[in-house]
């Protein structure tokens, strides 16, 4: 008989339960940058197309660093009038116009400098970076490795304390499959930048100095196992 049908054990059984945790530090391997684009415009077609060239000056530089920027999207795109004060009229004064885009870097040695040149165009805001580990990234599977390897550990001592040793592993549990607390937000890196309109050619900004933050990875697991009998 290698197992027992009661959920605790038996003297001639005993089961051992014991939580493994890991939590270890990792380089990030991407950043995310927010940025936004701006126009206003007395009228709807001058706000318009301000921010498309706007856009496409954003666009076309952020290629210009190739494999550097991984992925580069656009989320919203808003052309918003805003309306006079005075009076019940409603009369439009003005015309804003936003586009906010999204790149993801994964050479950080081109972060700074691209920030910054992104940063100094007119009319144009970025946010970031925030810095992440890949989805698939192989520090998921090393912080769980080093759960299983910490459950195992402590069941070991707990049995040595009372004069048995492990004999069979019966359950190893995920928490992620039971209950388990939420996911943290990715850390940001904590700075915003923006230019309103240019007043004419100028020196080019120097890079920023972006130091990676270093991510956490977090893993647990439940262990249960069943050992020889104690030694009492």
Do not use: C
């Not at 660093?65 to 005075?86: D, N």
């Not at 912080?143 to 048995?164: I, L, T």
């Not at 939420?182 to 890196?189: C, D, E, R």
């Amino acid at each position: 008989m290698t197992d027992t049908p009661y959920p605790y054990g038996t003297p001639d059984h005993p089961r051992l339960a014991v939580r493994g945790e890991a939590r270890l530090e990792f380089d990030p391997e991407t950043a995310r940058v927010g940025i936004t684009v701006s126009a206003r415009g007395k009228d709807r077609r001058t706000a318009l197309d301000d921010l498309t060239r706007r856009n496409t000056t954003v666009l076309e530089l952020a290629r210009t660093y190739g494999q550097a920027v991984e992925k580069l999207e656009t989320g919203t795109f808003s052309i918003t009038p805003e309306l006079t004060q005075r009076g019940r009229d409603e009369k439009i004064h003005a015309y804003h116009g936003r586009v906010h885009i999204t790149a993801l870097l994964n050479d950080f040695t081109a972060l700074g400098e691209f920030t910054t040149r992104i940063a100094d165009l007119d009319m144009t805001r970025i946010d970031g970076p925030w810095w992440a580990l890949r989805p698939d990234s192989p520090a998921h599977g090393e912080a769980r490795r080093q759960a299983v390897r910490e459950a195992v550990q402590r069941a070991r001592e707990y049995a040595d304390a009372v004069g048995a040793r492990l004999a069979a592993l019966v359950e190893l549990a995920d928490l992620g499959a039971e209950n388990t607390a939420p996911a943290l937000p990715p850390a940001p890196g904590g700075y915003g930048l923006a230019r309103g309109f240019g007043g004419g050619a100028a020196e080019p900004a120097p890079a920023l100095d972006l130091e990676p933050q270093r991510q956490t990875v977090y893993a647990q697991v439940n262990a249960r196992f069943t050992m020889t009998p104690p030694v009492l």
